[in-house]
């Protein structure tokens, strides 16, 4: 490995979280990529897209990701329910360097090829009658980079991307 490329290595900081398929851990995950984007020296604006971004992302993991399997906010409890969310988690890795903040969040649900698709406007979604399917536009509009990717084993991957740039890096 040459230098320049361990160098920078040393720069980055590489953080994973494996968090259950609950909507209490929603603020948490929120409040910690906020925090990492502030100390990174992302503006206030930045920050509050990059955490928006991460809520959505998150939101429909735990919204849509494991629902084949009856696990969902939004489907009636079942008495098998804590059973089922034994094996439904989802993981955010937070890695960051100086120039970049990289959010990749991996779950082993459905897939997001197997889910119906989100709106690509906010006109779009006010002809849908405003009920749901806005968070992918959230995540494309806010973040720099956003792919998604779903898993051969079953599950979605979704990476996306912020960068610094020089305007906005803090100047204590």
Partial sequence: MSAEKQDSRLDTLDIEIQCPVKTRVLGVMRAFVSSVAGQMGFDDEACDQIEMAVDEA??????HAYKHLGVSPDLPDCDRKDELLADCDFRMRVAFSEEV?????TDHGIGVDKTPPGASSVAEYESRGG???LGVFIIRNFMDEASFESQPEGGTKLVMR???RPENASTE
């Fill in 58 to 63: 998150c939101a429909n993991v735990v919204r």
């Fill in 101 to 105: 903040l990289e959010i990749t969040i």
């Fill in 131 to 133: 009920h749901g399917g």
């Fill in 162 to 164: 912020k960068f610094l």
